[in-house]
């Protein structure tokens, strides 16, 4: 069993910031990435950031400059560090666990960005 375990969703207002984590436990003998999707309403999921773990990052060009993904491979937790949010960042935001031949993902964390 692995599990995902979001945390730091919230509402704030534009040009704010928030710090998404997420922290996976249990057998769990490598991984490949991890990273952050999201979905706005009405929308498809998409990528946001993802880092493997060489430390590789992969940004979704509407974040780019504006968020920053890290890691701590001793925790197994990913990071997410989103400054100058803007409406458009609305979603639910999903961490995602990649390990040889499977997915894992978490159960979304709502982020609200509005005046």
């Known amino acids: 069993q692995v599990q995902l375990v979001e945390s730091g969703g919230g509402l704030v207002q534009p040009g704010g910031s928030l710090r998404l984590s997420c922290a996976a436990s249990?057998?769990?003998?490598?991984?490949?990435?991890m990273g952050w999707y999201r979905q706005a309403p009405g929308k498809e999921r998409e990528l946001v950031a993802t880092?493997?773990?060489?430390?590789?990052?992969n940004y979704a060009d509407s974040v780019k400059g504006r968020f920053t993904i890290s890691r701590d491979n001793a925790k197994n937790t990913v990071y997410l560090q989103m400054n100058s949010l803007e409406p458009e960042d609305t979603a639910v935001y999903y961490c995602?666990?990649?390990?040889?031949?499977?997915?894992?993902w978490g159960q979304g964390t709502m982020v609200t960005v509005s005046s």
């Open positions: 995602h666990l990649q390990v040889p031949l499977y997915v894992y």
């Open positions: 249990g057998s769990i003998f490598s991984i490949n990435a």
């Open positions: 880092i493997t773990s060489g430390g590789s990052t």
